[in-house]
């Protein structure tokens, strides 16, 4: 089976840095994703991490830690369109290749 | 760009009524799901295929069927629609398994 733990709210002001993180158990692993949810609209693609270490994309960064099964999703300098649910999901072991998804960690921005 | 078209944003029904909802998507993928959304539940698996004519059950199938008869299209069924069947209904395609999920923009389904 798949556990994917996260933070179910979070929030930080304008310029900050915050850091989301997820825990997660699984019988298989093939990568994990994070994907970036605002309210009323689809999750969008925001990273892809298969193996160790930080991968970095613009203000946003992700790692991970396939040995202690934990990954965060790094924002800096914050702008109040960051206000989102953010959403971490794992690649499942098995050949279908389905995602397994947590909760999401709605992330409010203040200015 | 890839697009996962639902042909409704928004749809009310009544308890017992066959509900249909469609998914289309334009960049011959060959994966596609379907989820619902709750509140405080996060995203839950009901169906996906992986090719015309395949498909196999999620974490949550009870009360569901699809259809997949063509590569672009999935469609999920309510065959008699109950009221803790109202969610939001996201669909999504990937090119490949491993591959990121494309999500269409959702229906929210509300069953009285």
């Known amino acids: 089976g798949q556990n994917i733990d996260q933070p179910t709210e979070m929030t930080a002001t304008e310029g900050a840095i915050v850091q989301i993180n997820c825990t997660y158990q699984t019988s298989g692993f093939n990568g994990l994703f994070w994907y970036q949810q605002h309210a009323g609209e689809a999750p969008t693609f925001l990273s892809y991490n298969v193996l160790d270490g930080l991968e970095e994309k613009g203000r946003f960064s992700s790692f991970l830690s396939r040995s202690k099964g934990y990954s965060y999703l790094l924002l800096k300098e914050l702008q109040m369109k960051d206000s989102a649910s953010y959403l971490c999901?794992?690649?499942?072991?098995?050949?279908?290749?389905?995602?397994?998804f947590g909760r999401g960690t709605q992330l409010t921005v203040w200015p | 760009d890839v697009k996962v078209t639902q042909s409704s944003r928004y749809l009310v029904k009544r308890t017992g009524e066959k509900v249909f909802l469609e998914c289309v998507q334009d960049m011959d993928h060959e994966n596609m799901f379907w989820y619902r959304q709750d509140p405080g539940l996060g995203l839950r698996l009901i169906y996906f295929s992986y090719d015309v004519k395949m498909k196999e059950k999620g974490d949550i199938p009870e009360g569901y069927s699809v259809s997949r008869e063509k590569k672009e299209r999935f469609s999920l069924i309510l065959e008699s629609a109950s009221t803790n069947q109202t969610s939001m209904y996201l669909c999504?395609?990937?090119?490949?398994?491993?591959?990121?999920?494309?999500f269409g923009s959702g229906t929210q389904l509300s069953v009285l």
């Open positions: 999901a794992t690649l499942g072991g098995s050949t279908l290749g389905r995602l397994y």
């Open positions: 999504a395609s990937s090119y490949d398994s491993g591959e990121k999920l494309f």
